[in-house]
T-cell receptor, first 112, second 115 residues
Framework: DAKTTQPTSMDCAEGRAANLPCNHS???????VYWYRQIHSQGPQYIIH???NNETNEMASLIITEDRKSSTLILPHATLRDTAVYYC?????????????FGEGTQLTVNP | GAVVSQHPSWVICKSGTSVKIECRSL??????MFWYRQFPKQSLMLMAT?????????EQGVEKDKFLINHASLTLSTLTVTSAHPEDSSFYIC???????????FGPGTRLLVL
């Protein structure tokens, strides 16, 4: 699976949008971009995933560039409970590629 | 998302004893379950991949005789840490997947402390 690069940490004011970038310049055509987050001392929580098109759900929006080499996770109105480590993972959904490889992620701190 | 449970949520044991951790997929039958380990201030590391009815596939550097995995049904996998030592103290997390095309969902984790 392709490697991803994320900033180590980011801060965001409560109520504002949090935009978390991820670079995946070696992504291949079969690979999806997944986002998970991990709140302290809990298991990772699935947020969203996408292949080429932008995606939105009740938690967040995922913007993928046209060349698919980078993406941005957007939390439209960050709350204190969104403070967590956010992981961007590229994954091949083929039969041999269901595993996830976690990098270091981005520690997002939402400040009051 | 899917609901995954782990039991126990935390356990303290003496060095040399064995500890069993259960992972249950509550929303669907999971063809594959994964076991991860996470040390403090580090990311998750995949330990093994478990398919129902077959032997688990272990990642490089993970001792299969020390970390016994049993995937007896499509909703239950167990991880047994045998002859635990203090260096095995960690946060153990399982995840489940209905099939390779779908999203992987994680359990809440089990914190193990070996004294």
């Amino acid at each position: 699976d392709a490697k991803t690069t994320q900033p180590t940490s980011m801060d965001c004011a409560e109520g504002r949008a949090a935009n978390l970038p991820c670079n995946h310049s070696t992504i291949s055509g079969n690979e999806y971009v997944y986002w998970y987050r991990q709140i302290h001392s809990q298991g990772p929580q699935y947020i969203i995933h996408g292949l080429k098109n932008n995606e939105t759900n009740e938690m967040a929006s995922l913007i993928i560039t046209e060349d698919r080499k980078s993406s941005t996770l957007i939390l439209p109105h960050a709350t204190l409970r969104d403070t967590a480590v956010y992981y961007c993972i590229v994954r091949d959904r083929g039969t041999s590629g269901s595993r996830l490889t976690f990098g270091e992620g981005t520690q997002l701190t939402v400040n009051p | 998302g899917a609901v995954v449970s782990q039991h126990p949520s935390w356990v303290i044991c003496k060095s040399g004893t064995s500890v069993k951790i259960e992972c249950r997929s509550l929303d669907f039958q999971a063809t594959t379950m994964f076991w991860y380990r996470q040390f403090p201030k580090q990311s998750l590391m995949l330990m093994a991949t478990s398919n129902e009815g077959s032997k688990a596939t272990y990642e490089q550097g993970v001792e299969k005789d020390k970390f016994l995995i049993n995937h007896a049904s499509l909703t239950l996998s167990t991880l047994t840490v045998t002859s635990a030592h203090p260096e095995d103290s960690s946060f153990y997390i399982c995840s489940v997947i209905r099939n390779s095309q779908e999203t992987q969902y994680f359990g809440p984790g089990t914190r193990l402390l070996v004294l």
